[in-house]
C-alpha cells in the first residue's frame, strides 16, 4: 500500500544549528513534492515544490533535496531560528493522481 | 494578500446534532478542497472541487457528510448527524489552475484557510 513516513519523533534542535526533516515513502510515482509548514491552530502554508526531474531546491534558508531511487526527500533549515518552530508537511502527487497526499507532520522545536 | 475565510473558527456540538462551516476561497481560484485533519495527522482530502463540480469525492462519508459550491465560488460542508469521531480540524484550501511543465500535472500549491476545529460532545 501506498505510504508516506516523516520523522516520528519531534526534532530539537539549538538555535543556529541546521535543521534536517525527512520524507520518505513507498509505492508512490511522485510527479513532485510540496513541503509545507503548520503552527498550532493554524492552516498548513506553503514553502517549496520540487519536481520528480529535480535533485535540489532552495529557497532563502531553505533547501530540499528529492531522491527519487531512495525514494526519500529531505527538508534543511540552515541557520534556525526559535521562529522557525512548527510542524513541517510533505505532501506528494503522483503524476496519475489529482489530488496530494500529506504526511503526518514532523514537529521541529528550535531552542534559544 | 488574499487569504482563504473560514467559519466559523470553533464550532462545539452535541452528536446527533447538525453543522455546518463555510469556506471563501482566494478570489479567481477555480479549485477548492475540503480536508480534515486529526491531532498528530495530515490534512486528509474529503472533497475537491473544480469550479462548482466535485472531481473527487472518494473519502467523504457521504452518509453523514455533504458539501456544496453552487456558484463555483464559496462552499458549505455539512455533517448531519456529527459524531464523536468526527471532533478535528477541517481545513479548506484552494489553488489557481497552473499549468505543468511539458504537458505534466498541475502543480496544485494549495492555500489553506485558517480552519475549522470542531469538537463533538
Known amino acids: 500500500s501506498q505510504k508516506i513516513e516523516q520523522n516520528s519523533e519531534a526534532l530539537n534542535i539549538q538555535e543556529g544549528k541546521t535543521a534536517t526533516l525527512t520524507c520518505n515513502y513507498t509505492n508512490y510515482s511522485p510527479a513532485y513534492l510540496q513541503w509545507y509548514r503548520q503552527d498550532p491552530g493554524r492552516g498548513p502554508v506553503f514553502l517549496l515544490l520540487i519536481r520528480e526531474n529535480e535533485k535540489e531546491k532552495r529557497k532563502e534558508r531553505l533547501k530540499v533535496t528529492f531522491d527519487t531511487t531512495l525514494k526519500q526527500s529531505l527538508f534543511h533549515i540552515t541557520a534556525s531560528q526559535p521562529a522557525d518552530s512548527a510542524t513541517y508537511l510533505c505532501a506528494l502527487r503522483s503524476g496519475s493522481a489529482r489530488q496530494l497526499t500529506f504526511g503526518s507532520g514532523t514537529q521541529l522545536t528550535v531552542l534559544p | 494578500e488574499a487569504e482563504v475565510a473560514q467559519s466559523p473558527r470553533y464550532k462545539i456540538t452535541e452528536k446527533s446534532q447538525a453543522v455546518a462551516f463555510w469556506c471563501d476561497p482566494i478570489s479567481g481560484h477555480a479549485t477548492l478542497y475540503w480536508y480534515r485533519q486529526i491531532l498528530g495527522q495530515g490534512p486528509e482530502l474529503l472533497v475537491q472541487f473544480q469550479d462548482e463540480s466535485v472531481v473527487d469525492d472518494s473519502q467523504l462519508p457521504k452518509d453523514r457528510f455533504s458539501a456544496e459550491r453552487l456558484k463555483g465560488v464559496d462552499s458549505t460542508l455539512k455533517i448531519q448527524p456529527a459524531e464523536l469521531g468526527d471532533s478535528a480540524m477541517y481545513l479548506c484550501?484552494?489553488?489557481?489552475?497552473?499549468?505543468?511543465?511539458?504537458?505534466?500535472?498541475?502543480?496544485?500549491?494549495?492555500?489553506f484557510g485558517p480552519g475549522t476545529r470542531l469538537t463533538v460532545l
Open positions: 484550501a484552494s489553488s489557481a489552475n497552473t499549468p505543468g511543465l511539458a504537458g505534466g500535472p498541475r502543480t496544485d500549491t494549495q492555500y
